[in-house]
């Protein structure tokens, strides 16, 4: 493990390190939201491809694209519960914390300390948040 040297009066406390690995941070988030645009483009001329060409599949290099079409299902859970038996209910759903609304009823006193300990097992995770400079200032002046 490296020692950590608090900079000297004077010198900067950004290491040069640390300021290339942050730049190439926002350089790969940068290309990967550059990416991502292509790919919808390139998604919706295939998609117009496939519709004047009347055929939903190409091979290109070695590789096989199709375009599948799909529907996504949108429960009503009342509904559901409503019209099947509470075994059945249970089998095909399940329920999950919205921790918002935990922290928002914890706050209230509605779940007590106790509770929270005994229901809650923490994770720790790291994450990285890019900003921009600019509008973090405009915000503070504000």
Do not use: W
């Not at 921790?99 to 209230?108: E, G, S, T, V």
């Not at 921009?132 to 504000?142: L, Q």
């Amino acid at each position: 493990m490296k020692e950590y040297y608090p900079p000297s009066k004077g010198e900067n406390p950004m290491s040069k390190a640390l300021s290339t690995a942050g730049k190439q941070y926002v350089a790969a988030l940068e290309a990967l939201a550059s990416a991502e645009k292509a790919v919808a483009v390139a998604k919706e001329l295939f998609a117009e491809a496939v519709a004047e060409a009347g055929v939903n599949e190409v091979s290109v290099d070695g590789k096989k694209i199709s375009m599948i079409s799909a529907v996504r299902r949108n429960f009503i859970v009342e509904k559901l519960k409503e019209l099947v038996n509470a075994k059945v209910y249970e089998t095909v759903t399940k329920t999950a914390v919205e921790p918002k609304a935990f922290d928002k009823a914890r706050k209230a006193g509605e779940i007590s300390a106790e509770v929270e300990e005994a229901c809650v097992t923490p994770t720790s995770y790291t994450r990285i948040v890019v900003a921009d400079e600019k509008a973090s200032e405009e915000a503070v002046a504000v």
